[in-house]
């Protein structure tokens, strides 16, 4: 057992064994391999038969912050506890700090524990620490810093900063000296894409590109491509780049009268053309398939108006816009139908009562379907009315007919009354009269 005078006086003695030994392991110290882990460590050197042993465990630091390093021991017997650099240089003996870094404190020294920090990390600070109990026979625990080094740049490289739609555009997003090396991801608004990546190692340092290769649509005009960054150093680290695409025009063309219903003649039309692009079209016009553009149509900006529709106006009607891009164009096709027709109300008149029938062919404003079938009942309810009209008619002639006949039929048996001088002769010659009955003649139609 050695108390705190033996102790001193073995730090004192062996410490320039200590810088022997520092150079023996400088070699080996450079191949070492670090790995993340927070798994506590224990010794695993000679423990005394008290059961005291030290316990510690390693830590990862993101470069610039603070790591903490701490050599606790159980079954404390106020035996003495030192720390220990990669390079076998004592950082403290008890509460002391020999080493002149100032970027080390003491943060608790007690007879179980010596937790020292270091400030500022870099990545030079990274490798084994050393913790030594000084008991018969010493002990000593070792525990690793790993430093993370998150990426100094993320930069987006376009091929084209402006592209055209149907191209296939390449994009670099490049994140530099990382440690370890990062993974990078991809994405076009909410939607993740592949790309490929490439490490390469400078010294202890990564940089990593990851190449997209994207072909551009219209609907990618304005959408943002995210490169975004997994690496144990950092969080949400992003960097993004707009794309522009440029496009030839849209062009939409509206009916803005009649709103629904059939163009007939003598009625008006206006139509409007509507043009999207980028660059926005600066040429724009009207024109009429295989046809010259009538006389009698206005156009005003995009809008072309008849005012009075004909059936000569009917054909294919275009509105056509071009940027650098390309040309589009959209038709529009005329079909002018006749005007809405009023027929004159036909009356039909009986011997007791008059009925009077008007019928009219209205516009009926909802399809040429049902225009045509409209048009075709009111002629044949017009038809029907005008044939029973004229079979009244032709009744009432017939009965007029046979009344006046009928009168005829009965003068005719008095015939020789009318020559007699009194009226006992014309008696006398109306009787005589029946002699002749054989001579009477009787019609009939």
């Known amino acids: 057992m050695c108390t705190r005078q033996r102790c001193l006086m073995h730090f004192l003695l062996y410490q320039p064994r200590n810088l022997l030994a520092e150079r023996e392991a400088q070699p080996h110290m450079k191949q070492a391999v670090h790995t993340v882990s927070s798994v506590p460590r224990s010794s695993a050197g000679v423990q005394d038969g008290g059961g005291q042993n030290l316990v510690t465990e390693d830590v990862t630091v993101?470069?610039?912050?603070?790591?903490?390093?701490?050599?606790?021991?159980?079954?404390?017997d106020d035996s003495v506890i030192q720390l220990l650099n990669p390079n076998r240089q004592t950082i403290y003996f008890r509460d002391f700090r020999p080493l002149k870094d100032s970027?080390?404190?003491?943060?608790?020294f007690s007879n179980s524990e010596l937790r020292v920090s270091l400030t500022n990390v870099s990545v030079s600070d990274e490798g084994r620490y050393f913790c030594q109990l000084y008991t018969d026979p010493p002990q000593e625990i070792y525990t690793t810093i790993t430093v993370l080094v998150p990426p100094r740049n993320l930069i987006i490289d376009i091929q084209k900063e402006i592209a055209v739609e149907g191209e296939e555009i390449e994009l670099n997003c490049t994140a530099m000296a990382s440690r370890p090396a990062t993974t990078i991801r991809w994405f076009k608004g909410n939607k993740e894409l592949r790309g490929k990546s490439e490490v390469e190692q400078w010294s202890d340092m990564y940089t990593v590109t990851s190449q997209l290769l994207l072909r551009v649509g219209r609907e990618d005009d304005g959408v943002p491509v995210i490169c975004l960054v997994d690496h144990p150093a950092v969080k949400d680290l992003q960097t993004q780049r707009y794309l522009e695409v440029m496009y030839k025009?849209?062009?939409r063309v509206s009916k803005n009268y009649p709103v629904q219903g059939l163009t007939r003649e003598g009625e008006p039309l206006e139509l409007s053309c509507s043009v999207f692009g980028k660059p926005q079209p600066t040429d724009m016009r009207w024109l009429r398939v295989d046809d010259e553009m009538p006389q009698h149509v206005v156009l005003s900006g995009t809008n072309l108006l008849i005012s009075n529709l004909n059936k000569t106006d009917n054909g294919t009607?275009?509105?056509?816009?071009?940027?650098?891009?390309?040309?589009?164009?959209?038709?529009y096709m005329l079909f002018v139908y006749d005007p809405p027709t009023t027929l004159p109300p036909p009356t039909t008149t009986t011997t007791t009562t008059t009925t009077t029938i008007p019928t009219t062919i209205a516009d009926s404003r909802?399809?040429?379907?049902g225009s045509i079938r409209t048009v075709d009942h009111a002629v044949i309810g017009g038809v029907v009315a005008v044939v029973v009209f004229a079979m009244l008619c032709l009744l009432i002639i017939l009965g007029r007919y046979f009344a006046r006949h009928k009168g005829t039929y009965f003068t005719h048996e008095a015939k020789g009354a009318d020559d007699a001088a009194d009226a006992d002769t014309a008696i006398i010659n109306a009787e005589g009269g029946q002699n002749n009955s054989e001579e009477k003649k009787e019609y009939f139609i």
Not at 103 to 108: I, K
Not at 317 to 331: I, L, P, Q, T
């Open 366 to 369: 909802a399809g040429e379907e």
């Open 317 to 331: 009607y275009r509105c056509e816009a071009s940027n650098v891009v390309g040309k589009s164009y959209e038709d």
């Open 62 to 76: 993101v470069e610039g912050d603070v790591a903490t390093i701490s050599c606790r021991v159980k079954n404390s």
């Open 103 to 108: 970027r080390f404190q003491l943060v608790n």
């Open 249 to 251: 025009p849209e062009v």
